[in-house]
């Protein structure tokens, strides 16, 4: 497959999941995250389809286009991981719908950042029936990996629900 066609089909399957995951999510409560804001497009697309939600943009630098950032109220600047601990103050168990779009070149340490780091990290923001859309594999107890649409790749983005989030409820203060 050219890199091309590669590039198109990983936008694609972005598309889908995120407009899966906002149907799925319908009316349940809860905030919207995007962690890698990068050019903005997924952001962009997600304000779009989601226009009466809140929307928390984590990013380290901002490069995107002018039109595709956040108020200062809603971007966490800075290293992700950091700023998701920051977020549990105000967003521990609130999160309903998570896109986390944060891979560069190096695909082991994509991998072992999303799973060892990224993971436990937004565990505890989930809200139980969150969707997270990743471009990576995540470990995430309590969630489960959903089956991709017809005719996406396996292993080209993935899709979960935390149908019970433990830390999530323990956050934000519910009965574990
Ligand atoms: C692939 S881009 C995101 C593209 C975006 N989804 C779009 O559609 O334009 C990944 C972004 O994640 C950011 N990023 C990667 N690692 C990060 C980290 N540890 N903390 C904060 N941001 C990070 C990078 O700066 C980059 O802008």
Do not use: W
């Amino acid at each position: 497959m050219s890199r091309l066609d590669s590039a198109i089909r990983r936008l694609q399957a972005q598309r889908d999941l995120l407009n899966q995951a906002a149907q799925d999510i319908g009316s349940m409560e809860g905030v919207v995250l995007e962690l890698g804001l990068g050019n903005g497009r997924t952001y962009d697309h997600m304000r779009a389809i989601l226009p009466d939600r809140e929307i928390y943009v984590f990013e380290r630098e901002v490069r995107a286009h002018p039109d595709c950032i956040p108020d200062d109220q809603h971007l966490f600047l800075g290293d992700v991981i950091d700023n998701l601990g920051l977020a549990r103050k105000t967003l521990a168990g609130r999160a309903i719908l998570v896109h986390a779009d944060l891979g560069s070149g190096d695909k082991d340490a994509n991998m072992a950042f999303a799973r060892n780091k990224l993971s436990p990290a937004l565990l505890p923001l989930l809200a139980t029936g969150a969707y997270v859309v990743s471009d990576q594999p995540l470990s995430l107890p309590g969630a489960v990996m959903l089956p991709l649409p017809a005719g996406m790749d396996p292993d080209r983005y993935h899709i979960y629900r935390a149908d019970d989030p433990p830390l999530a409820r323990r956050h934000a203060g519910r009965v574990a």
